[in-house]
């Protein structure tokens, strides 16, 4: 039984890990790809830096906004189907035991078996084993709203924080080279991160959120340069 039990510990910690390097990984290339446009337009560090911040607080706020309405009507799904569970088990439970048991035959338990083990697991808890198998809600992935809310966007700041920190440090002939270089470097090693916790290949992944950053920030760099010399 050990791989199956470390297996489910890792997918709980992904869930975790997933959404605070995802939300680090937002911060680092739309506040790099911001700054980066903004720079290339030939502006200023300190307006440079105000795009940044107000770029940090505006996309902090989307992400805290969006995981909320989005985990919050989630969250009425899941609590609407409880209720109704609830009052179906309390008004015809032989037939809720017998929906359980075909679950359990349906996946391939022999029709005696699957009747023993919707019998024991009503007895145990028959509205967790009916949420888990009927529902497919468990503990582990019950909907959290406000604690989404605020990892995202708490997490995002911190993503966001590292080029908007280059853009105050570094040099000012360096600035371009230094956010793409740096904040391209910290996707490849966010990106590795989850990929190995997750067990899965660290090259591909560092890869892969690198060229999509890398094609935000030319992307973005692009325009700014654009607009700069045909605005201004
Ligand atoms: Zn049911």
């Known amino acids: 039984m050990r791989p199956h039990h470390q297996e489910r510990h890792r997918t709980e910690r992904i869930g975790w890990l997933r959404a605070a390097v995802l939300g ?3 911060g680092i290339v739309s506040t790099a790809s911001l700054v980066l446009g903004v720079a290339a337009a030939e502006a200023t560090r300190s307006s440079v830096l105000v795009a940044g911040a107000a770029g940090l607080v505006a996309g902090a706020m989307s992400m805290a906004a969006g995981e909320y309405v989005s985990v919050s009507s989630q969250a009425d799904t899941e609590r609407a189907d409880l209720a109704r569970e609830r009052g179906e088990l309390a008004a015809d439970e032989p037939a809720e035991r017998e929906e359980l048991a075909s679950i359990y035959r349906e996946r391939g338990l022999a029709p005696e078996l699957a009747r023993q083990v919707a019998d ?8 967790g084993a009916h949420a888990r198998d009927e529902l497919g809600i468990s503990a582990a992935l019950q909907a959290r709203p406000v ?3 605020f990892t995202s966007a708490l997490t995002f700041a911190v993503g966001a924080a590292l080029p908007l920190l280059l853009v105050w440090l570094a040099p000012a002939d360096w600035l ?3 956010v793409a270089g740096i904040s391209l470097a910290c996707l490849a090693a966010l990106g590795g991160l989850a990929a190995q916790a997750g067990g899965a290949r660290i090259g591909v992944a560092a890869i892969r959120v690198v060229f999509w950053g890398a094609l935000a920030m030319g992307l973005t760099a692009g325009i700014g340069a654009l607009f700069g010399t045909t605005v201004s």
């Not at 697991?121 to 509205?127: E, I, K, S, T």
């Open 24 to 26: 680090a990984n937002d």
């Open 147 to 149: 604690q989404a809310a």
């Open 176 to 178: 371009v080279p230094a």
């Open 120 to 127: 024991q697991l009503m007895a145990h808890d028959a509205l």
